[in-house]
């Protein structure tokens, strides 16, 4: 059993910064591989980035590739996005996720979920 708590989401102007952190509880923490999906008002969950297990191969989609970073501290149990030249089409609610599959990108092979955290750019 793996419980996810994401934070660090808040209000921030097209252009910049934010890190979203994901603290997990559960001693396999680092057994799972990793995800952030969002879910914007209307719209379905899409993936943005995944991280595997260990931290040595990442994942992400076309609309943030180059822009967001995904990492991962197992020692802390904490998987973090990192984003950067934001815009107003990231706002979203943001979460985290665990998948015992491998290169997971699909909601469906998620197993465990946190309650997500609102990221809101202005333009």
């Known amino acids: 059993q793996v419980q996810l708590v994401e934070s660090g989401g808040g209000l921030v102007q097209a252009g910049g910064s934010l890190r979203l952190s994901c603290a997990a509880s559960?001693?396999?923490?680092?057994?799972?591989?990793m995800g952030w999906f969002r879910q914007a008002p209307g719209k379905e969950r899409e993936f943005v980035a995944g991280?595997?297990?260990?931290?040595?191969?990442?994942w992400y989609a076309d609309s943030v590739r180059g822009r967001f970073t995904i990492s991962r501290d197992n020692a802390k149990n904490t998987v973090y996005l990192q984003m950067n030249s934001l815009k107003p089409e990231d706002t979203a609610v943001y979460y985290c996720?665990?998948?015992?599959?491998?290169?997971?990108?699909?909601?469906?092979?998620?197993?465990?979920w946190g309650q997500g955290t609102q990221v809101t750019v202005s333009s």
């Open positions: 996720a665990a998948s015992a599959k491998s290169r997971p990108s699909r909601s469906g092979e998620y197993d465990y």
């Open positions: 559960g001693r396999t923490f680092s057994s799972y591989a």
């Open positions: 991280i595997s297990w260990r931290g040595y191969s990442t």
